[in-house]
């Protein structure tokens, strides 16, 4: 796919093209939520969450939009080519509007083109995790050991080419150690591999991963987020040993290209005003992800573009190339 300035820097002018005039009645019929990720997941968990309740703010149906498969191709695809109208929105992960322009040769959708950002919704931190009894009990303890015997140290994820494996790229090339990356299928799998000890270590996002711990079963390393995470305040960032490292999985609900910017607009601030309900957060927050209300559509964009260069930036130091 050929690179272009990232759409979202044009997130103004895309939104002047669409049709202010839009009634103040929107939204007049039901909304769909596009989700590239089947029922059940944590995206769904919190978009149905977060659809429940703009439902009854809206007076219409918030209907989830589940199309699963292809990492996010199928999902973003059909959410690209809903009618531009106000009633479809595509809630949208890292990988489908900026990691996977990176992964991807070509694509069935342009993540720089056929959306304009609408609201963003959470963070999904990620962290390094070993087995509750592991002598690995630091971060400075994970470092050494990688050290002592270089490509020993076993650290699980689910492949080169997915958020967590990228991240353990980046992660070790950043610390300069030299382990054993052991791609997994699914995230599921090497979890329980970390739990048994077929692994050493694994990088996953804290979701997942919140229950074993809290069980005794797993134990954080260090989380990937700029800030330490709440409910796992004693847990270190990597930012306080790699000072400016940060790589989080977030949700941002987008829409089609040229919807009404009323509706953008609107939605932006229903949204907003529930995510910083501190209820609804803590309701997010049980499902796992850090609800984040405060930005408004021309921040969405800006820090979307800032993901772009980042992952951009990422890709090329760790030598992922686009298949």
Do not use: C
Not at 5 to 32: H, S, T
Not at 128 to 141: G, I, T
């Amino acid at each position: 796919m050929q690179r272009r300035p990232f759409v979202f820097a044009l997130a103004g002018a895309a939104l002047a093209g669409g049709r202010p005039a839009l009634a103040q009645g929107w939204p007049d019929k039901p909304i769909r939520f596009v989700l590239s990720q089947p029922a059940g997941s944590g995206p769904d968990n919190v978009a149905r969450l977060l659809g429940d309740r703009l439902a009854k703010t809206w007076g219409q149906p918030v209907v989830i939009d589940n199309k699963p498969g292809g990492q996010n191709t199928i999902g973003a695809q059909a959410a690209a080519r809903a009618a531009a109208d106000g009633s479809t929105f595509y809630f949208a992960t890292t990988a489908a509007l900026v990691t996977n322009a990176y992964l991807f040769k070509q694509l069935p959708y342009d993540p720089q083109k056929d959306f304009v950002p609408v609201a963003f919704i959470a963070r999904s931190p990620f962290g390094l995790l070993v087995e509750a009894n592991s002598p690995l009990r630091s971060l400075q303890d994970f470092i050494a050991r990688a050290r002592s015997k270089p490509g020993e140290l076993t650290l699980g994820n689910e492949g080169p080419r997915t958020f967590s494996g990228m991240i353990s790229r980046v992660l070790a090339a950043r610390l300069k150690v030299d382990v054993n990356q052991v791609p997994y299928a699914s995230v599921g799998v090497a979890v329980q591999n970390a739990v048994g000890g077929q692994v050493e270590a694994v990088v996953t996002d804290l979701p997942s991963t919140a229950a074993l711990v809290k069980a005794g079963r797993l134990r954080v390393l260090a989380v990937t987020t700029a800030q330490r995470v709440a409910g796992f305040e004693s847990v270190p960032t990597f930012a306080e040993t790699l000072p400016g490292f940060e790589m989080v999985g977030w949700f941002a609900l987008v829409a089609p290209t040229g919807t009404p910017a009323a509706a953008i607009q609107r939605a932006n601030q229903d949204v907003n005003a529930l995510l910083n309900e501190r209820e609804f957060a803590e309701r997010i927050a049980a499902i796992g992800p850090v609800a984040d209300g405060s930005l408004g559509v021309d921040q969405v964009g800006a820090f979307l573009r800032t993901e772009h260069t980042r992952w951009a930036a990422a890709t090329r130091e760790i030598g992922v190339l686009p298949e």
